[in-house]
T-cell receptor, first 114, second 110 residues
Framework: DAGVIQSPRHEVTEMGQEVTLRCKPISGHNSLFWYRQTMMRGLELLIYFNNNVPIDDSGMPEDRFSAKMPNASFSTLKIQPSEPRDSAVYFC????????????FGAGTRLSVL | SQELEQSPQSLIVQEGKNLTINCTSSKTLYGLYWYKQKYGEGLIFLMM?????EEKSHEKITAKLDEKKQQSSLHITASQPSHAGIYLC??????????FGPGTRLSVLP
């Protein structure tokens, strides 16, 4: 298996632009997590899906952030409009059935908002 | 996450030395996971501990979960430059909640 695949690896955009991050989980995994990592706040869970349904989105910073999982093999995290404080590394992870199992991480998307 | 604390924040050791990283929680941990992250990469799973007093080893890395299930330690024996990176503990703290510690940055000098 190729593991969790994220795209793009790097994204540079200007403030106010829409940003879409993509994730393909490991085949057969039914839980998917989006995290944000910064020096100041460390690794933060943004949202967690189970069987394509959002279970916990309490970590989503504000309405500018939205996440979807239209099917078991694809998820997106969208920021609209983007702001400089959104600059961070965004990770996607997948696991078998929930947070009580080992999570496998993608390589991350490094986002810079100018 | 404030639920999990790690110490030390960073560590520099000479190759061949032993070291220990700690992860502490104020809440009971229903599962404790150790991950390693290299710069610019995602997290790699190392070990999972679920029972109080449990200890697991893989190569030169040993992880333990204390009896009260509120503290875990990660011990590296005879460290090598390949052990360098950021070590993060993650924990299932009940319900749907999973949190990570702030990480410990390890440098191993050759």
């Amino acid at each position: 298996d190729a593991g969790v695949i994220q795209s793009p690896r790097h994204e540079v955009t200007e403030m106010g632009q829409e940003v879409t991050l993509r994730c393909k989980p490991i085949s057969g995994h039914n839980s998917l997590f989006w995290y944000r990592q910064t020096m100041m706040r460390g690794l933060e869970l943004l949202i967690y899906f189970n069987n394509n349904v959002p279970i916990d989105d309490s970590g989503m910073p504000e309405d500018r952030f939205s996440a979807k999982m239209p099917n078991a093999s694809f998820s997106t995290l969208k920021i609209q409009p983007s702001e400089p404080r959104d600059s961070a590394v965004y990770f996607c992870a997948s696991s078998l059935t929930g947070g009580k199992n080992i999570q496998y991480f993608g390589a991350g998307t490094r986002l810079s908002v100018l | 996450s404030q639920e999990l604390e790690q110490s030390p924040q960073s560590l520099i050791v000479q190759e061949g030395k032993n070291l220990t990283i700690n992860c502490t929680s104020s809440k009971t941990l229903y599962g404790l996971y150790w991950y390693k992250q290299k710069y610019g990469e995602g997290l790699i799973f190392l070990m999972m501990l679920q029972k109080g007093g449990e200890e697991k080893s893989h190569e030169k890395i040993t992880a333990k979960l204390d009896e009260k299930k509120q503290q875990s330690s990660l011990h590296i024996t005879a460290s090598q430059p390949s052990h360098a990176g950021i070590y993060l503990c993650g924990a299932d703290i009940g319900g749907q909640n999973f949190v990570f510690g702030p990480g410990t940055r390890l440098s191993v000098l050759p």
